[in-house]
């Protein structure tokens, strides 16, 4: 299934996608796409929309504004440097286990919403990443496969960064990547059975049309079902949590010399199996 969410911000209904034309609106069946919706499984929602969709008893998409497929998470936890050409574009080390840090659950936002520079930036960048969601509550996972098991799905995310608030103001780099709008996400979230190798994923990132990120999942060096299982080694993971897995080489860090996104850019991202997005960046409030 691809999971969706569409209307105002906070009134979001939850759908379910059929192909790029049609949804199965389900929001009589579910509250929302969250840490409840997740926990209880989804196999009464597929029965469902199967039904209905036989039924014939589906929507045309009118242009409506589309949310982040997932309500606010429990929480963000991201990856670092997770792309071996990535850590070596930035000047790190390739890293021996998982590198975690968070991001606020308040930054998640629609796919096509704006990106707002924080006051005080002076380096916002841009990254493409694979996003997971937690599909059960999970702690001390046996192994990859269990950890498998703990997935509801996949999402496009763009990890948002501001580098001078991450690399120079010191302490950990949550703050650098908690600004107000900093994690759009969407516009569908994949159960896992739509994607048939999501180690095989291409990815593509341009600004104001051209391309800086060309990258593919392949590239991870821990995999998402590894992340998974080391991250409950460490904390509980609730369903519903976004885990954001790493970006490919192309961020304006890495480049010589280093571009920031400037207020009227414009992002936009694709992901096999995972849609597109498309964020125009405004100005400080």
Sequence with gaps: MYLMRIGQPGAEKPIVRLNDEQYVDVSDLVGDFNEAFFAAGMADLRAAVAARTAAGQVTRFAGERIGAPIARPHQILCIGLNYRDHALETG????????????????????????????????????IELGIVIGRRAGYLADEAEAADAIAG???????????????????????????????????????DEIADVLDLGMTLDINGQRRQTGTTEQMIFSPTFIVHYLSQFMVLEPGDLINTGTPPGVGLGMNPPVWLQTGDVMELSMDALGTQRQSVVAPR
Excluded: H
Aim: negative net charge; contains cysteine.
């Design 92 to 127: 790190q080390a390739i890293p021996d286990e998982p590198i975690l840090f968070t991001k606020s659950p308040n930054t998640l936002v629609g796919p096509n919403d704006d990106v707002r520079i924080p006051r005080g930036s002076t380096k916002p960048d841009w990254e």
């Design 154 to 192: 996949y999402v496009l995310v763009n990890d948002v960064s501001e580098r001078a608030f991450q690399i120079e103001r010191g302490g950990q780099w949550t703050k650098g990547k908690s600004c107000e709008t900093f994690n759009p996400a969407g516009p569908w979230l994949a159960t896992p």
